[in-house]
């Protein structure tokens, strides 16, 4: 029976009686030692996300690139950073979900926070845009200026082939296509964040497309893997499912950046 083994026989090399055991100990009164302190700490984690940064805007070197962007991934909490685009999803989430309810009613979209997308149609595409933004992500919001770039952003990726906005051009392709759009974006303009005077030695116009370049590494991340979850949502995008729906394509960019 398992109750009858005995016990494992030391191994070979290890005392059976440590070597302090025949020590004194030290006198009541006597103050214990402080640990050691280690020598040199580690450096700050996103000290070393900038210099990655610089390296990468230095040289333009795709690898660097994607092992910066590893780096601040990581010193992130990897997937678990997507917890920091919480309120940008819910800001987002019901803008994206007034393009579903378009896409739906096909022709007679159901209002959203009593806006109504159709009254928009035949306006200038980029004067559509810039309403669609005041209205679900006004000026006052938490990170104000990421969330609206980020929105417009992905307006522009998924309409930007008409010249007049048109409800009746929303499909659920162009949802999907804006949401992930929105993640990414969301995604590289806090990595933009840290790359500060990355680039001050760079020329302005290698420094843009070096910029650009970086930004395509997180929006092909997000293409990948937004297909997969975009099916197991099927094609409901009601507001709670886009603002979760966001998030999980989020924290699931954030989780493979952090293995490169």
């Given at each position: 029976?398992?109750?009858?083994?005995?016990?494992?026989?030391?191994?070979?090399?290890?005392?059976?009686?440590?070597?302090?055991?025949?020590?004194?100990?030290?006198?009541?009164?006597?103050?214990?030692?402080?640990?050691?302190?280690?020598d040199l700490l580690?450096?700050?984690?996103?000290?070393?996300?900038?210099?990655?940064?610089?390296?990468?805007?230095?040289?333009?070197?795709?690898?660097?690139?994607?092992?910066?962007?590893?780096?601040?991934?990581?010193?992130?909490?990897?997937?678990?950073?997507?917890?920091?685009?919480?309120?940008?999803?819910?800001?987002?989430?019901?803008?994206?979900?007034?393009?579903?309810?378009?896409?739906?009613?096909?022709?007679?979209?159901?209002?959203?926070?009593?806006?109504?997308?159709?009254?928009?149609?035949?306006?200038?595409?980029?004067?559509?845009?810039?309403?669609?933004?005041?209205?679900?992500?006004?000026?006052?919001?938490?990170?104000?200026?990421?969330?609206?770039?980020?929105?417009?952003?992905?307006?522009?990726?998924?309409?930007?082939?008409?010249?007049?906005?048109?409800?009746?051009?929303?499909?659920?392709?162009?949802?999907?296509?804006?949401?992930?759009?929105?993640?990414?974006?969301?995604?590289?303009?806090?990595?933009?964040?840290?790359?500060?005077?990355?680039?001050?030695?760079?020329?302005?116009?290698?420094?843009?497309?070096?910029?650009?370049?970086?930004?395509?590494?997180?929006?092909?991340?997000?293409?990948?893997i937004a297909t997969?979850?975009?099916?197991?949502?099927?094609?409901s995008f009601d507001?709670?499912?886009?603002?979760?729906?966001?998030?999980?394509?989020?924290?699931?960019?954030?989780?493979?950046?952090?293995?490169?």
């Amino acid at each position: 029976m398992g109750t009858s083994q005995s016990k494992p026989t030391t191994p070979g090399g290890s005392p059976l009686v440590p070597p302090w055991a025949d020590q004194d100990p030290p006198p009541p009164d006597q103050p214990q030692p402080d640990p050691p302190i280690p020598d040199l700490l580690p450096p700050a984690p996103m000290s070393g996300v900038r210099r990655a940064l610089r390296k990468y805007m230095n040289t333009g070197d795709v690898a660097a690139g994607r092992s910066a962007l590893g780096r601040y991934s990581r010193a992130m909490g990897g997937a678990r950073a997507s917890a920091r685009h919480a309120r940008a999803a819910r800001t987002g989430g019901a803008a994206l979900s007034a393009l579903a309810s378009a896409a739906q009613s096909r022709g007679a979209p159901t209002p959203i926070a009593e806006f109504d997308l159709g009254t928009l149609t035949g306006r200038p595409l980029e004067q559509a845009i810039a309403v669609i933004v005041d209205e679900f992500c006004p000026p006052g919001i938490l990170d104000e200026d990421m969330v609206r770039s980020a929105m417009a952003e992905a307006l522009f990726e998924a309409l930007g082939d008409q010249l007049v906005f048109d409800v009746d051009a929303v499909t659920d392709h162009v949802v999907v296509i804006a949401t992930v759009c929105f993640v990414s974006e969301l995604v590289f303009a806090s990595v933009a964040v840290e790359m500060g005077a990355s680039a001050e030695n760079v020329p302005p116009a290698s420094a843009v497309q070096r910029e650009n370049a970086l930004r395509d590494l997180v929006r092909a991340a997000a293409d990948e893997i937004a297909t997969p979850v975009v099916q197991r949502f099927g094609g409901s995008f009601d507001p709670n499912r886009l603002e979760a729906l966001i998030a999980e394509i989020t924290s699931a960019v954030y989780g493979e950046m952090a293995q490169w």
